[in-house]
T-cell receptor, first 110, second 114 residues
């Protein structure tokens, strides 16, 4: 069964303290891995799409990487406004939909 | 540039009542998806349309749930005889093209069943 596991469930950082979020997946024929940011009470906001192992994408303080079994979202020198839940999702070969992990809730304190 | 919109944003209803939600996708997106999200969980897939055809339904979509996209533009999701377990955020997303394309989400409709 296709599955996405995110760790840690929650992460508290001081402003400027870099870290990484993990997304492990098992899927039959990965066709895409997606990262979203979600603020409380709002819909997920698209961040990145990764299609093949070795691919990397960057946006401001965020960098997403992909291997054959997992993806990392690296956050460099985070700011309080980066506080949110970060969701990882996969699109498998046999599906029209995304399968999401439970997310990592990031809190960045000034 | 207008994104995905959903209406209403919040709905409070009594158990046993019917509710209907509307989703307007990004203009010219041919695919439209419905997801449900409960507290502390990621979104769970319910169903999706390609143009007006409903191509896939999750096992989560009981016979009390029905979705339509009559003209391939906006979509409605109806829940009949609501139960307290239906309380959740209902999210709509849309995408263009075929295959593993990026899905863009709306703000969601938060449903509370009393």
């Amino acid at each position: 069964e296709d599955q996405v596991t995110q760790s840690p469930e929650a992460l508290r950082l001081q402003e400027g303290e870099s870290s990484s979020l993990n997304c492990s997946y098992t899927v039959s024929g990965l066709r895409g891995l997606f990262w979203y940011r979600q603020d409380p009470g709002k819909g997920p906001e698209f961040l990145f799409t990764l299609y093949s192992a070795g691919e990397e994408k960057e946006k401001e303080r965020l960098k997403a990487t992909l291997t054959k079994k997992e993806s990392f979202l690296h956050i460099t020198a985070p700011k309080p406004e980066d506080s949110a839940t970060y969701l990882c999702a996969v699109h498998g070969r046999s599906q029209g939909n995304l399968i999401f992990g439970k997310g990592t809730k990031l809190s960045v304190k000034p | 540039d207008t994104g995905v919109s959903q209406d209403p944003r919040h709905k409070i209803t009594k158990r046993g009542q019917n509710v209907t939600f509307r989703c307007d996708p990004i203009s010219e997106h041919n695919r439209l998806y419905w997801y449900r999200q409960t507290l502390g969980q990621g979104p769970e897939f319910l169903t999706y349309f390609q143009n007006e055809a409903q191509l896939e339904k999750s096992r989560l979509l009981s016979d009390r749930f029905s979705a339509e996209r009559p003209k391939g533009s906006f979509s409605t999701l109806e829940i009949q005889r609501t139960e307290q377990g239906d309380s959740a955020m209902y999210l709509c997303a849309s995408s263009s093209g075929q295959g593993a394309t990026t899905q863009y989400f709306g703000p969601g409709t938060r449903l509370l069943v009393l």
